[in-house]
């Protein structure tokens, strides 16, 4: 039977590699917004305005009112760089573990052991009744809670942590505390007096969007190459093929002229942004075929 390729697709897993993305987008409209602040706030006498009337909108009668809503902008697009930034590592950590404890599902059931957990997932085999029930809700104390506590879920299951890793945990902690005041600020939990009272703002430097985003980087880099990556290996891709090859209308004529590996490879960049090794997808691909 043809061996999965147990290394990496780019020497990190494909959720590390999304994740890559979308914090360089986060730290671009960070810093875009903290560069362009000056010339915002001072911009009020060059730009055009359109005369007030019913259904006529962003007409700002002074430019001491433009400026107190040019800085109320800043602050929202710290708020959202550093509540984006948390959420991607939640995104991020339920994605890799989940692909980890499917791959190696003896890490919640001794009963599996040396079983691929990927053939439940792709309906090759059929799980024990409660198998997917117990996957998610180990998957759930990564991902809530504590970050201590959460520390302490992973070291059960995987081991011990790389000390790299468990240092972040009080920066990750005051990132979560932060995120959920931001989340709740206009919630029926704020605190406020009464309905009517003004809602005061979640201060958020530019120090703590910088902090965020860096140590978001640095936890997803460690755990990526020291906890998830040996286990995850090229399942990830294993399951993306198998939703293209359920989807593709051309897959049967593709692989009758032998363009299937070269067509995923074109559609995983696609996915991606990094190019993937023909030769290591179709190893993936005769072992998905011989499921």
């Known amino acids: 039977m043809p061996k999965l390729p147990s290394k990496l697709p780019f020497g990190t897993s494909l959720a590390r590699q999304v994740a890559k993305q979308n914090l360089t987008r986060f730290n671009n409209i960070f810093w875009v917004s903290e560069r362009s602040r000056r010339h915002i706030r001072s911009g009020f006498s060059s730009i055009h305005f359109p005369s007030p009337g019913p259904g006529v909108h962003g007409v700002f009668a002074s430019s001491a009112d433009w400026e107190s809503a040019a800085d109320e902008f800043r602050d929202w697009t710290r708020q959202h760089v550093l509540l984006s930034a948390a959420s991607l590592l939640e995104v991020y950590l339920k994605s890799i573990s989940t692909t980890a404890l499917q791959a190696k599902p003896e890490l919640t059931d001794r009963s599996l052991t040396n079983v691929d957990g990927y053939r439940f997932v792709l309906k090759k085999a059929k799980p024990p009744s409660n198998w997917k ?59 406020r007096n009464a309905p009517w009272d003004n809602i005061s703002h979640v201060s958020v430097g530019a120090k703590d969007c910088e902090s965020a985003i860096k140590t978001v980087s640095e936890f997803i880099s460690e755990a990526d190459t020291n906890v998830f990556g040996h286990i995850v290996g090229s399942h990830e891709v294993l399951a993306i093929y198998h939703h293209w090859a359920q989807k593709e209308p051309n897959i049967n004529q593709y692989k009758v002229s032998g363009s299937c590996a070269a067509k995923f490879c074109d559609y995983v960049g696609q996915l991606s942004g990094r190019g993937i090794g023909k030769d290591y997808v179709q190893e993936v691909i005769e072992y998905y075929e011989s499921l």
């Not at 504590?146 to 520390?151: E, K, Q, S, T, Y």
């Not at 942590?161 to 919630?187: C, D, S, T, Y």
């Open 133 to 191: 029930k117990a996957l998610d809700s180990q998957v759930n104390e990564f991902v809530t809670g504590l970050w201590a506590d959460r520390f302490r879920q992973l070291e059960i299951v995987f081991g011990k942590l790389p000390e790299k890793l468990k240092v972040l945990e009080p920066a990750l902690q005051n990132i979560q505390n932060k995120r959920n005041r931001i989340a709740h600020q206009f919630g029926v939990d704020a605190p």
